[in-house]
Structures are given as structure tokens and as C-alpha cells.
């Protein structure tokens, strides 16, 4: 099994949960990656710099200012406490971008019909799940940071949520009898009925119960885009995506196809 | 032939000198790599910020927030746009402080007799010069940020000349049959008689040659420690050193040792 971890903002910019998290990381079996993200240490280096950050359905506008911004963020403090971290714990870290090793290519996002630049956004066109496998079978440990790269010299901004099941694919799809989990950490136990109460937590979900349940508001906010994500990797070749909490890595909900209702 | 090639803030920090540097890399034959610094942006983003940067013998004192700052300029910013521009020149550039890998390990400098505490300044201890190699090997070109770790979790600020000197080391000692050059690129055609004028360029310099010249004070300031460093480098095991501008790699001042003279 190989495992491809991702942890937001919330966790990573926390000493205490980041703790949390490498201790459990580190724990994780067999070749693993984790990616991660960071906008609110951007968002606030922004504030203190004079910037405003503009979001639209999540997602930052990224002007050249901006990308200056997430590029020290999320490659170098982020990323490289990240490692720095993980060494001491023994673990042999290799911090990433998109753009080192050509890992991952992506296109700038073209306007929006509604007339909106996204700026400096990478819609993902491919990445090498071969160099990442290469990587892991060397006893190397990707942390990947939400950037890309468009090719022609110019970083871009990419939601991890879309880097970790981009990479999660493409090693799904370069290693041969060895199944990829992707695991989603967030905030809560996992995708949940009530999210004040943890006994509703939903162990399996598939994409017609997700359908139902976001019809009736069960399900609402930022979890959507997260479990589109969710389905989407595992039409493109993962075998199996869980989203759970860092206290809980192999436990929360596992997102299922149909035929395993 | 393996180069190493180390480029101050002055070249990285100004995108036509950065353009210049980065055609001329991209020529340069055989295994190479690249040792960048910084100081200046991060000297600008710490004005920006209301950080005072406080320098002593051209060293930076790192305190909790400068060394959250050099991280994200020196491995963020600076680092991951010199990989994206290598990348679209068909260079496969792999970003990396010293806690990548466990490249580079280092110690925090203790308080000097004087009473200066550098702060999170590292003193490096030892580079893995096998694992930069087999990097190269495998047609990968380092683009290193001037960072360490201790080991125990955390960054380290460590000057980008020593790095230089350090990697080139470690990669001679690991290499066999191939030598080793490292190149230190600086504003000037190299070490002059007259920093005013270019005919006095001089092209070949020992050590005692050297000594003479700072006795009579043709050799002055940031030129005596970046001296010292090659030098240094000559006795680690490095076959060549030279000392050039970005636009003439393979001309300058060779730095040779004394049974060269």
C-alpha cells in the first residue's frame, strides 16, 4: 500500500497539531507523501504586507504579488518546517513543488465566463507518478506543496486538495500491484450527519448517497468541493480515498465506488 | 568535469542578471549544480515587515522571526523560480535546503567571545556528497538554498559561500576520478588589482599571493572571507576553484595552490 496524505492549512500552520500529525505520520507503513497547504499563513503575511487576499469559491486570486506570497509560504516556511520536522523524526523528507523534477505541469486558468482572472492559478494538465514512485522506492518521502508549474518559467498556485489527488493518481497509475490511498485530514472525525456530534460520523459514503445528501444540506460548504475531489480520484485509478482527522489516520469515512455499497 | 556554481543575491535578485546567469548554467557541460543567496530580498521583506536586520561581519543575526523570513526567500521565492526557469530551459532542477535529504547537517554557532549570539546562524557539520551525486547521476540538477538543520527539528541560516565550499567538498570526496570545480560568480571579472579597472584582472592567485595582496590592502572586505572560503575549499579536496562574473564562467581568477604558482 502506498499512502498519499494531505493536511490543510488548519493543521499545518499549528505547532500542536503539526505534532500531532508527523507523530502519526511517521507511523504510516510503506512508501507515503504527504501534501500540504497553508493559506492562512499566506492570507496573514498578505495582511501584513499590505495585500488584500481575494477569494472566489475558495480559491485565491493570485496576481503577482500573491504568487510571490503562496511561493514563500507554502515552499519555504510551510514546506521546509515540514521537513526539517520529519527528519528529526527519522524520516528521510524531500520537500517539492510542481515545478522541481517537473513533477507536476499545469496551464494557467484561463477567464472565467463570468469574467473573473484567477491570475496566477495552474488548472494540473499532468504529473510523474513514475519520478514519485522512483522517489519512494529510494526511501524518500515527498512533501509537496500546492504549487505548479506552467513550463515557461512561471510558478502557479493550485489547490492541494487537487495536487494530492493529482499526484495520488498518477502513482496509482505507475505502480503496477501496489493499491494508493489517498487520505484527506481535516478538522472533523470525518464526513458527518451533524458535525457537533461525532457518533454521526459516516464510516463508507458513494456517490449517490453524497448526491442525496448534499440535496438535502446534509452535506454543505467547503466538504463539497473535498468529496467531488474524493470521487474523482477514484475514477482516475486510486484505490481506495478516506477523509478522517490526523488523530485517526486509517480511520473516518472511506469513500467508496457504487459496487462496494 | 562536475561544477559547482555558487551566485549571490545581487545576480539572483535581478531578473536580466538572473536571465544572464541561468543562459550561461544551462551551457555548462557535465554534472553541475547550482548555490544560491538571498540576503537582500530577505532584507527587503524583513523593512517590509518592521524586521530589523542586524548584520556582524557580514553575518546575519537570525532571530525566531529572520529565520522564518530567510526561509521563505532563500528556499521559497528565490529557490523555486530558479527551478521554474531552469525547467523551462530544459534543465530538470530539484530545489533543496540542507533538511532535504539530510543534505546538509549543522549546528547552531555558539555565543562568540565577544557575547554575539547569531541566533539560528548553522555551522555545518557534514554533506552528503554520495546522495548529491547519485542526484546528478540520475540527470538531476541541485539548486541549493543557503539553509541547514540541526537535526532536531529545526532551520538553520547558513552563509551561501560556505555552502558552496561544502557541497563542492563533499561531492570530491564522494566522487571518483571525476574533479570537482566550484565557481564563486560576483559582480566583478574576477579578483582585481583595481576594482575600477578590467585589465587588472588577476588571473591566477595563491596563497601567499593572496596574503600579500590583503597586507597591502589591494585585497579588501567581502573579497578576504570569500577568499579565505576558496582557499579552504583547495585543502577540502576541490580540484579547481575559480572566481568570476556570471557572464564569463569559465574565465576569472583560478585559484590555485601554492606548488601551482
Same mark, same amino acid.
Given at each position: 500500500m502506498i499512502n498519499v496524505i494531505k493536511v490543510g492549512g488548519a493543521v499545518v500552520e499549528d505547532p500542536s497539531s503539526l505534532d500531532i500529525l508527523l507523530d502519526a505520520f511517521v507511523k504510516v507503513e510503506g512508501p507515503k507523501a504527504l501534501v500540504h497547504g497553508g493559506g492562512r499563513s499566506a492570507t496573514k503575511l498578505a495582511e501584513q504586507l499590505g495585500i488584500e487576499s481575494r477569494m472566489v469559491g475558495g480559491r485565491r486570486i493570485t496576481d503577482a504579488d500573491t504568487l510571490r506570497i503562496v511561493t514563500m509560504v507554502y515552499a519555504g516556511l510551510v514546506n521546509k518546517n515540514i521537513v526539517a520536522q520529519l527528519q528529526c523524526l527519522g524520516c528521510n523528507a524531500l520537500g517539492l513543488t510542481g515545478a522541481d523534477l517537473n513533477l507536476i505541469r499545469a496551464h494557467r486558468r484561463p /477567464?472565467?465566463?463570468?469574467?473573473i482572472d484567477f491570475g496566477f492559478v495552474g488548472d494540473v494538465d499532468a504529473a510523474d507518478g513514475s519520478r514519485l514512485l522512483d522517489l519512494m522506492s529510494a526511501g524518500i518521502i515527498p512533501v509537496i506543496a500546492p504549487l505548479t508549474h506552467d513550463g515557461a518559467g512561471s510558478l502557479l498556485n493550485t489547490n492541494a486538495d487537487t495536487i494530492a489527488q493529482t499526484v495520488a493518481s498518477a502513482i496509482a497509475n505507475s505502480a503496477v500491484n501496489t493499491p494508493v490511498t489517498l487520505t484527506y485530514c481535516f478538522e472533523? *472525525?470525518?464526513?458527518?450527519?451533524? *458535525?457537533?456530534?461525532?457518533?454521526?460520523? /459516516? *464510516?463508507r459514503l458513494n456517490e449517490p448517497m453524497f448526491r442525496r445528501l448534499v440535496a438535502d444540506g446534509t452535506i454543505a460548504g467547503g466538504m463539497i468541493p473535498k468529496l467531488e475531489n474524493a470521487f474523482r480520484a477514484l475514477r482516475s485509478g486510486i484505490q481506495k480515498v478516506r477523509i478522517t482527522n490526523i488523530r485517526n489516520l486509517e480511520g473516518g469515512t472511506e469513500i467508496t465506488e457504487c459496487s462496494l455499497e
Open positions: /477567464i472565467t465566463p463570468e469574467g472533523l *472525525p470525518g464526513v458527518m450527519g451533524d *458535525p457537533s456530534d461525532d457518533s454521526t460520523l /459516516i *464510516p
